[in-house]
């Protein structure tokens, strides 16, 4: 019958034991974990704003190309228009000059375009090989904490090396 009803020196005790280590936690465990756990939340907000001034930036670069374009058909029209009035010659020269204009136009813009999409792309592989580094060298110094694994390893990428002269 004592396991069921225990003692009131032992329930204080435990109830003593009990307040004592939550004070402790509450003191000082819990103020590190929350700071902890904020500095965690910053972080993905930093990285979630990061992804979307990326996207905002591809947006832009499609608009700007959107608006290259419409000017360059702009332009255009107005070439050809031109050459609508002057008579057969100048009407074929003119039409010449502004097929090469045009063309230019384009081009110019498809290369504005194309520059535009590759800084993106490249802004965007460097974040992301920023990332994929800081990943494998915690994954690496994990994985490579003993000695053991570091020896396995290098015997790995000698033989490797071996193989391969």
């Known amino acids: ?7 009131f020196g032992l329930v204080f005790w435990m109830f003593v034991a009990f307040a004592v280590l939550f ?4 003191k000082f465990a819990w103020p590190a974990i929350m700071n902890m756990v904020d500095k965690r939340a910053e972080l993905i907000d930093k990285g ?18 959107d608006n290259l374009m419409a000017d360059a058909r702009r332009q255009q029209a107005e070439i050809l228009r031109e050459a609508d009035r002057l008579k ?8 010449a000059d502004a097929r ?14 194309e520059q535009a999409r590759k800084e ?13 580094l800081s990943i494998a060298q915690k994954v690496v110094r994990k994985q490579l904490g003993d000695s053991k694994a570091q020896t396995e390893l290098v015997d790995t990428l000698l033989d490797e090396i071996e193989t391969k002269n």
Do not use: G
Request: proline share 2%; no cysteine.
């Open 100 to 113: 090469k204009a045009a063309a230019k136009e384009l081009d110019q813009a498809k290369l504005q375009i």
């Open 1 to 7: 019958m004592e396991l069921f009803t225990p003692d």
């Open 23 to 26: 004070f402790i936690l509450w």
């Open 120 to 132: 993106a792309e490249q802004n965007i592989r460097d974040e992301v090989s920023a990332f994929a």
């Open 48 to 65: 979630v704003e990061y992804a979307q001034n990326a996207k905002e930036q591809l947006d832009n670069a499609q608009l700007q190309a």
């Open 88 to 95: 057969s010659q100048i009407i074929e020269e003119a039409k």
